[in-house]
Each structure stands twice: as structure tokens, then as C-alpha cells.
């Protein structure tokens, strides 16, 4: 380091430009265009740019249109980086080739100045061999410079390192006898000073896992799976010693099915999402996609391929192997259906319709699954509705916003689940215990957990939205609308109302309802809010006077049998069943209802 700072103190008459091996980036801007390149070397373009404290370079150009200028003759300029963002030492890129100055200088007299390039890193010393002319003639007018140099070494290329100061240094001798006064303009449109830097491997996808929806690393899938389990899920390890993740160098990660047919329609380009759990962002970077694959799709063998796009527009492709996987048919059944056919829940015929009848109190009647409450609802509850769901404790509200979450997963629409009465992690639990995994969704960016519980209990929270208490609807409000994004379709499950009652005044939980169901109404999503029936009829009232569809869920006993049962007490401009239908809740499968009509008669 006493090396280093030696070196800088630099005699009167230079100009010194300091280039660390690595810049923190902005995201994509729109006036770039994306440029197809090679993965393995690159000419960034680092823009002089006026810094809170100090000058720096920058990849993208100055955001206001503002001419800076400063005098560079006779004193000494120096235009600084931050370091190489690495998990290792050996970043893996290094600098070779061509580095280009293209500069806007004015002198206040006409006059010949010399110029001389050398970069520096860890002892490493070597000067660059002018490629342009060795001389340059300056007037009072400003002009732009292109002064281009090699880096040569005996390997081909310059290793950069993790942590270790780099720089490339541009000294400025005046030739004229006369005294004079050189300027550098920089920062507007029209006088843009920046240098080119060939960087070698700067970023890359270091591997790539595809896993099936329980996690697990898989190579072939069965065409036949039922629609919790036809999914593909794809993470991409990608590093870049610019940075990675929000506010870093890459702007995109891009992924791509390529079947036997050519690239798959709705996976052509998509957009990974940058995975970052509790803060807590591994290096490199992960990004993740998945595929929901329909029941039709040709067996057959699968690639997928991966694309970076930094924030200069550049293209990097994958160049770490092929990454295939197959389509196919499977056997043995899959773990659910067996789980249902040796648990008695579908027999033979219940593989072929969907319920089995069974006999009881001399009437018959069939198990249906959660598919019948679309059937209750007269179809899907469509995007902009707002669903109130009271009951009495253990009628299955959680287990209903749930199983309708699950539903919203699977057809691809974001969620976000606002926990009120447990922990979110049990909740997890308690979801898995019904064979409802949305571990998967989590890690694509499709749902988000608020947690408004774990603060209360004295717990420190570890979702990325929480709220420091359950009363705090102020907060909670502006870490939902945080988790909202402004993104199309996303629905809200509110889980439930009912602990906000003692802490918060009635008028102010209807308020809080009414904006936050306006906000997912607007993005066209679903807003499910939930509430134990007596915790505050005011509440109740107006909860079902603003609500589109009220569903009430019952538990009761009967003949010492505990039993449940749900009905639409409510749906605005929708034709729908008004009867209750009872309903039991089982391990590994959820809501079950019992009905007297068989589906194969619908």
C-alpha cells in the first residue's frame, strides 16, 4: 500500500486516470442497446463522472446534462473506482487488448502535449504501448481526443484480484515552452470523456441445477404429472465482478427452453429472478425461472439455455455446457397418487372421475376434492373481487385461503400471504401437512410472507416484510404495497383480521381494508381477508357490505362427531350454489367435501 500511495504523488504537469478493477453499476438504462458479444471479452465503457466526494468512473453517462470541466495542467487529476467483488481472491477475469481514451481537452493556448499510460495492481508494473500518436495538438476550442494504448504481458492478459487496488494511469506532459492551461470537459451530452477497458471473463454462469417441484435434482419428468408436481425449476449460479444482485452490473438473466421443435413459446427469454433469502445473498448470485410444462407437451429431450445482460447492454452467453433434461413417461405413479390410493382417498374409479361414493346413513355420497369449490363459486373467482371469509375457531379459514393460494401458485399468478395469527414458519408446516409445498414459488419470486406475528411474540422477525407489531397498520400497509410491486394479478391473502381488533379502533381496520383491497382490486388481484365470526360485529358488517363474495365456514358438532361445513353466502354479478356443503380436512390431501350428486353426472 506505501507502494501505492508513492506512486501517486505524481511531479506537476500529468494528468493520472485511475482505473480499479471493478465498478458498481445502475441499472440497465433505456437508451443503451443490447449488443450480442462474446462471453469471454469485452470493451466496457467507463464514463468520467462528478462524484459526492471526489471523481469516479461510472458505466452509464451522467444523469443530468450538465458540462463539467476542471483544469488538468498544471496540476493532477485522478478518477477513482471501487474494488473487484469476488468471493475468492482470483476474480477469474483479467484485462488484455486495446484501452481507448476518448477525451474533450482545451488548452486557454495552442499547444503539443505528450501523453504515457501504465497500469499498476499489487506490485505489478507495466507500461501500455501507445497505439495513436505519441503527441496531440490542443487549441481553445474543446475537442474530442482518441488516444488508444495496448496492455501486453507475457501471458497474453492481466490477472485482477479480489480487494486489490487496480489502476491505469495517464500522464500528460506539456511540449510547449509557453505557459498553458489544459481542461477536461466532461458530463453533457455533447462533451461525453470516457475510456474503453477489453476485460477478459468479467462475468459468467458458473452452473446451472434443475430440480423438480420437491427440490430435488431431477433429469427426466413424466409427462403425466398431476398439476402440483408438472413444474421445472431452474437456478443459475452467475457471477460478475462488477457485482450481482439489485443495484450490481447485471441487468438481466434471461432463460430459454429449447425442445425438438425449437425454442418453447412461453420460456423464450424470460426473466430469471434474482434470489436473495433473508438478505442474506449468496455469491455468486442466484437467479431462478421455472416451467410449468402442460400435460400435452412432446416427450422428448429439453435444453435450456442461459443469458446475461449487463448494464452496458451487453450480451454474455453461457458457455458452461448443455443443460438438458427429458419429458417422458414415468412409472411408478407418482408419490401423491399413491399416497391417495393406498390411503383410500381415490380408489379406481376415483382415478378415473375424481371422487369415489361411499355409503353412509343409508344416503349416498362422494368425496370431491378442493376442485368442487370452483364448482360452489360458479367458476374461478376472477381477479379484481375482494372475498371476506369469517367463521367460528377450527372452521378451516386458514386451510380454505390456502388451498385457493395454491390454486392462484399453480396457474403462474404471484401471492403474497400477510400471517397474523402464527409464525410464518408453521405456517409453512401446516401447509405441507395438507400436500400444499410452496417452498418452490418462494424461491421463483411467486409468493411473498408478511409477517406481522413473530415481533409480537417477542421473536426477531426473518421474512423480508414484517411489521414490528400486529397493531402497526400504518407499517403494515406499506410493507404490503413494498411486497406488491405494482405487478399485474398479484393477490393478497390476509390470515386474519380478528388480532388487529383489541389493538387497532374499528373504523381504522375497515379503513386499512378498504385501501389495501382497492390497491389489489386495481392490479386486478384477489384480496382474501379473513375474521373469526364475534370478534367485532361492526367490523363484521361493514367487512360484508365492501366485500364482492363472502364465504362463511362452520364447525359444529354432531352426534359427538366433529364436523365442518362452508357455503357463498354472497357473490356480487355471479351465479353461484347458496346450500352449505360439509367438508373434512386430511393429511396430505386438504379440503375434501362430501357431496350427494357425483361429479360424473355434472
Known amino acids: 500500500m506505501h507502494d501505492f500511495l508513492k506512486h501517486l504523488r505524481l511531479s506537476s504537469g500529468t494528468l493520472v ?4 478493477g471493478c465498478l458498481t453499476t445502475a441499472p440497465l438504462a433505456q437508451a443503451l442497446p443490447v449488443r450480442a458479444v462474446s462471453s469471454s471479452q469485452e470493451g466496457r465503457i467507463l464514463y468520467l463522472s462528478q462524484a459526492t466526494e471526489g471523481r469516479g468512473l461510472t458505466p452509464l453517462p451522467a444523469g443530468l446534462d450538465t458540462n463539467h470541466s476542471i483544469p488538468l495542467f ?6 477513482l473506482l471501487p474494488t473487484i467483488q469476488s468471493p475468492s481472491q ?34 505489478y508494473n507495466t507500461s501500455l504501448t501507445g497505439v495513436g500518436p505519441g503527441q496531440i495538438s490542443l487549441s481553445s476550442l474543446p475537442n474530442q481526443y482518441l488516444l488508444n494504448y495496448t496492455i501486453q504481458s507475457l501471458t497474453g492478459g492481466i490477472q485482477l484480484y479480489a480487494g ?6 495517464l500522464a500528460i506532459q506539456s511540449l510547449t515552452p509557453q505557459a498553458s492551461d489544459v481542461t477536461l470537459f466532461w458530463g453533457s451530452s455533447t462533451k461525453v470523456s470516457k475510456v474503453i477497458v477489453p476485460f477478459t471473463n468479467y462475468a459468467s454462469v458458473q452452473s446451472v441445477k434443475i430440480t423438480d417441484y420437491r427440490g430435488a435434482e431431477n433429469q427426466t419428468f ?10 421445472v425449476f431452474f437456478t443459475a449460479n452467475v457471477r460478475d465482478i462488477f457485482g450481482t ?29 434474482f434470489f436473495c433469502p433473508q438478505g442474506l445473498c449468496p455469491q455468486p448470485a442466484q437467479y431462478e425461472a421455472y416451467w410449468v410444462y402442460p400435460s400435452g407437451t412432446l416427450e422428448a429431450t429439453y435444453s435450456a439455455t442461459i443469458d446475461i445482460v449487463d448494464s452496458q447492454g451487453n450480451v454474455i452467453h ?37 371422487a369415489i361414493y361411499l355409503r353412509r346413513r343409508r344416503t349416498k355420497e362422494y368425496l370431491a376434492p378442493f376442485s368442487f369449490f370452483e364448482q360452489m363459486t360458479g367458476g374461478e373467482v376472477p381477479g379484481g373481487s375482494m372475498v371476506t371469509v369469517e367463521g367460528n375457531t377450527g372452521s378451516g379459514k386458514t386451510t380454505l385461503c390456502s388451498e385457493v393460494m395454491y390454486e392462484d401458485l399453480k396457474r403462474g399468478r404471484p401471492c403474497i400471504y400477510v400471517g397474523a395469527d402464527d409464525f410464518p414458519d408453521r405456517i409453512r408446516d401446516q401447509m405441507r401437512g395438507l400436500g400444499i409445498d410452496v417452498g418452490g414459488y418462494e424461491s421463483v419470486g411467486l409468493l411473498s410472507f408478511v409477517d406481522c406475528y413473530s415481533a409480537e411474540a417477542g421473536r426477531t422477525p426473518t421474512e423480508r416484510y414484517s411489521v414490528p407489531s400486529v397493531g402497526d397498520l400504518t407499517t403494515l400497509g406499506v410493507k404490503i404495497s413494498s411486497a406488491l410491486q405494482d405487478q399485474k394479478a398479484t393477490s393478497l391473502y390476509l390470515d386474519s383480521l380478528s388480532p388487529f381488533v383489541p389493538r387497532a379502533k374499528p373504523e381504522s381496520i375497515v379503513s386499512f381494508v378498504h385501501a ?24 363484521q358488517r361493514q367487512m360484508e357490505d365492501m366485500a364482492d363474495c363472502v364465504i362463511q365456514m362452520e364447525a359444529f358438532e354432531e352426534k359427538d362427531i366433529r364436523r365442518r361445513r362452508l357455503r357463498i353466502r354472497k357473490f356480487r354479478n355471479r351465479r353461484h350454489q347458496e346450500g352449505w356443503a360439509t367438508f373434512t380436512i386430511e393429511d396430505g390431501k386438504g379440503i375434501i367435501f362430501y357431496t350427494k350428486k357425483s361429479r360424473r353426472s355434472n
Do not use: C
Not at 486489490?164 to 494511469?169: E, L, T
Open 17 to 20: 486516470v485511475l482505473l480499479l
Open 74 to 79: 498544471p496540476a493532477s487529476l485522478s478518477f
Open 90 to 123: 482470483v476474480s477469474g477475469a483479467s484485462i488484455a487488448g486495446q484501452v481507448s481514451f476518448f477525451l474533450w481537452l482545451a488548452s486557454n493556448v495552442t499547444s503539443r502535449v505528450q501523453l504515457q499510460a501504465t497500469f499498476t495492481q499489487a506490485g
Open 164 to 169: 486489490i487496488p487496480a489502476y491505469i494511469s
Open 222 to 231: 413424466n409427462v403425466q404429472a398431476p398439476p402440483n408436481q408438472n413444474i
Open 245 to 273: 444482485g439489485r443495484g450490481g452490473d447485471i441487468s438481466l438473466v434471461n432463460l430459454t427452453i429449447i425442445g425438438p421443435q425449437g425454442p418453447v413459446r412461453d420460456r423464450t427469454n424470460v426473466t430469471m429472478n
Open 318 to 354: 453461457d458457455t458452461s455446457g448443455v443443460h438438458s433434461f427429458g419429458i417422458g413417461r414415468l412409472a411408478p405413479p407418482f408419490p401423491l397418487l399413491a399416497a391417495l390410493i393406498s390411503g383410500g382417498g381415490l380408489g379406481v374409479a376415483g382415478l378415473a372421475t375424481g
Open 516 to 539: 389495501i383491497g382497492a390497491k389489489v382490486r386495481g392490479l386486478d388481484g384477489k384480496a382474501f381477508f379473513t375474521m373469526s365470526t364475534g370478534s367485532d360485529e361492526t367490523i
